[in-house]
Structure formats: C-alpha cells, structure tokens
C-alpha cells in the first residue's frame, strides 16, 4: 500500500511522519521546494513536540519528500491537507486547495490503480460536490466512484498535540458514498485506530462537523471570558474555581474552559468567519456565532483600558509582552491574541518589547525593527512600565520579585492567572479575579 500526503504544513507533516514512522509506504508532497529539502533533512519547518524524531524515524523506512505531483500517480490513498485561507471578508479562500486538486487531477489520469482521495482540508459544506468533485473529473477524465474515490476526512488536530491527537483521536469521520472505496478507507483507519468511533455520513455534513466543532470550542472560550470579566467586578471571586466546578458536569466538560485574552491561532478564528459568512450565504443570521466573535474581539480592548488607565496613556511608554504563539509548546503565531495586541499598541505608540521561547523568528517576520526583542525574560522586563502575560508557558510561571526588580513600573498583567498564587510585590492585576480595577 503506497500514500501520498498532498501539503506538507501543521496537519500534513504530523500524518507523514505517523504514518512513514508505522513503516507505511509514504510520498509526502509540496510545492514549496526549499521546504521539502529541509523535511528531507529531518528537519521540520514548525516547532512541534515529539515531530522531529518520527520524521527522522520515518525517513529511515520507507518515506519521501518531493514537490513533484507525479509522484504520487501510483498511491492507493491520496490525503490532501492543504491550506484554506481566510479573504479579507472572512469568506473562505479555496485558491490554494483547488490548484491541489487539479494536480491530482491530472495524474490520476495517469494512475492504474483505483485510488481514493481524501480531503482532510476543511472547507464549508458544499465544496466537495460543488468544487472538488468537478476539477477531479475533468482533469482525470475518469468517474468519481468508478475509477476513483472521493472521501471528505476532516482533521481534528490541536498544535502543541498534533502527533497524540494523529495516533489517537477522538473521533475519525468519512464523509462521501458507501461504496467499495469507503469499505477500503473504512477498513485503513480500523487497522490505524482499533479503538476510535468511525462516522460514516455524507459529504456536507462531513465538512459541517470540522465547523461545527470549532465553533463549539470557540464558544466555550468567549463564554468563559466574559464570565471571567464579570468575575472582576466581583471583590474575591475567582474564574478558575468556576470553571473547575462547572467542568466537572459531564454536560459541559472541563475543555477550553481556560479564561483569557481570547482565542486565537489558524484555526478557530478563521474557521468561525467562514462560517459566519456562509451561514449570512444562506440566508440564516447567525446571532450567537457573532456574539462570540463580538466577545473575542473585546477581551483585547479590555487589555489596552486596564494598560491605559494605569499608565496614564500608552504614548512611549515601555510595555512587555511574554509569549506572542498563539499558545503554549508552538511556535505558531497565525492569528495569535497577542500580535494582535502588538499591533494595538503600536497604534497607540506605545514602545513593545517582547519575548518568547519558540516564536520570536516568526514574530520578527511579522514586525522587523518595529519593536523590540528580549534574549531573556530579565531583558524583555528591564526598565519596562508594564509586562503582559500572554502565552502559558511554563518558565513564565517561575517569575517572582526578583525578576520584576529592574522593572521601572512594577505593573503586571497576567492574562493566564499563572501567577496569582504567589506572594508578588507589584501592582498585579490577572483577567477573571475578582480585583477593582
């Protein structure tokens, strides 16, 4: 049995290297070529725990990285895990994805096997039909469903996870027809997950559910953060018990109930605006979908208040940020709350300085020499009027007085509450307790 994995990002390269490192006969494809050099190297573009070593495990067997799409004329099972952008109105871009296929397309005129093509990109209900399925049989001159399969196959990754969530998820679904090709495909992911629910169901509610998932998770986080806001008006109270106690009703679950400065990263925000928008195509108005969204976008000018009012104003004065990856052990940055935050400041002039143990390369791309870069958490705090806690990891919650001590202003926001148990000799102020602002 021979593999082809078609984009080799986040969700791609976390399959390659799973499924090459089981011994599987694998073809990993992109088109950027100085990319797949260095995955030919063992190295991967991203940080992401625990990937290196089966990349390196695999490419000891049987895997190979190419940016040749005839490569993968002879695979069995065709995976594509490209990239779907957001447009500038929040609409989904498909421009990426659609090129991909019609490479595909065009060899698998070529291909003599029957191969079965699954779409782990998530794209919104009706692409599969609507977009894919024609590109594929114009190009390939063959039949879906004769000479080849077609096969929704939405991923459920997590950054930071993506290597456990691959072996082991929650869930496998194959959207598309009951025909030999879902028989084969269901009997593949039996083999690779003996012990994971498969749904079996149609293609748009395939691609529903990856949207449907999301929104759920990212309704969970704005319902905490505004608990979390209510919370700090209340002397004493404390989100973090809240959402303990709450958690532990199996109705509600005790996932993404974590309160902070919003959600963020390549997935939830760009996939709520997709739905957003395709939901406003359909004639529903998605009242509570934008609630949440409206809530998200909030948390952060709550932020720039608190800084506003204890400072005097944001003009020159110099504020530090620790952590700007949208979340802990990643070095992703892709629609991150805190570049976000970044950029607010910098409107208002304020002089930024940052650190991050994975991220600052990438966050150096996005803005340059625009701010400024700590080597260590002591020169990010050096002299600075205020210091945000943004990213959970786990050095930050190390700090103590004698971190904050060349601090010119001993001010500091914890948007995580890492911090709140510790006995701190500065003016603190963490999202979600119940402190008078």
């Known amino acids: 049995m021979k593999i082809g994995i078609v984009g080799l990002g986040f969700v791609g390269l976390s399959l390659t290297s799973v499924l090459s490192s089981k011994g599987y006969d694998v073809i990993g494809i992109d088109i950027d070529e100085e990319k797949c050099k260095k995955i030919s190297n063992g190295i991967s573009p991203f940080f992401e725990p625990e990937l290196e070593k089966l990349l390196r495990n695999g490419l000891k067997k049987k895997l190979k990285i190419a940016n040749d799409f005839l490569l993968i004329k002879n695979c069995d099972f065709i995976f594509v895990t490209v990239g779907t ?33 699954l779409v782990k ?4 209900p009706g692409t599969m039909k609507k977009e894919i399925l024609p590109i594929l049989e114009k190009k390939s001159k063959k039949k879906a469903g004769k000479d080849f399969g077609l096969i929704s196959n939405p991923e459920f990754l997590q950054e930071s996870t993506a290597i456990r969530d691959t072996k082991f998820p929650h869930a496998v679904v194959l959207g598309g027809y009951e025909t ?5 495909t269901k009997g593949l992911f039996k083999k690779l997950h003996p012990n994971t629910p498969i749904i079996i169901t149609n293609h748009q509610t395939a691609e529903m559910i990856k949207y449907a998932n999301n929104s759920f998770l990212a309704t969970k986080i704005s319902f905490i953060n505004q608990l979390s806001n209510i919370c700090q008006k209340i002397p004493g109270a404390n989100i973090d018990d809240i959402a303990k106690t709450i958690g532990l009703d199996l109705r509600i679950g005790k996932l993404f109930l974590n309160a902070g400065p919003g959600y963020g ?20 108005t998605p009242t509570l979908l934008n609630a949440v969204e409206d809530v998200n976008t909030k948390q952060l000018e709550q932020i720039i208040s608190i800084i506003k009012k204890r400072l005097g104003g944001l003009t020159s004065k110099k504020i530090t940020i620790l952590g700007t990856a ?28 940052i650190h991050d143990p994975k991220a600052m390369e990438n966050t150096k791309r996005v803005f340059g020499n625009k701010i400024r870069y700590g080597r260590t958490v002591a020169d990010a705090l050096s002299k600075s009027q205020c210091v945000i806690i ?8 190390k700090l103590n007085n004698n971190q904050f001590k060349n601090m010119k202003r001993k001010f500091v926001i914890d948007s995580r ?20 602002n």
Not at 121 to 124: D, G, K, L, P, Q
């Open 417 to 436: 509450r890492m911090l709140s148990d510790k006995q701190l000799d500065v003016d603190y102020f963490a999202i979600g307790l119940g402190k008078e």
């Open 180 to 184: 030999k090709f879902m028989r084969k």
């Open 265 to 284: 990263g390549s997935c939830l925000p760009k996939d709520m605006k997709a739905l957003i928008n395709f939901a406003n195509t359909t004639g529903v």
């Open 85 to 117: 952008p957001q447009n500038t109105n929040g609409s989904i871009n498909l421009s990426i994805i659609k090129k991909a296929i019609s490479k595909i397309g065009e060899n698998l005129e070529k291909n003599k096997k029957n191969p079965i093509i």
């Open 121 to 124: 990109s998530t794209v919104i």
């Open 390 to 397: 943004m990213t959970q990891w786990k050095q930050y919650e």
């Open 326 to 353: 949208f979340k802990p052990n990643t070095d992703d940055i892709r629609d991150s709350i805190a570049i976000e935050l970044i950029k607010k400041l910098q409107k208002r002039k304020a002089d930024v300085i």
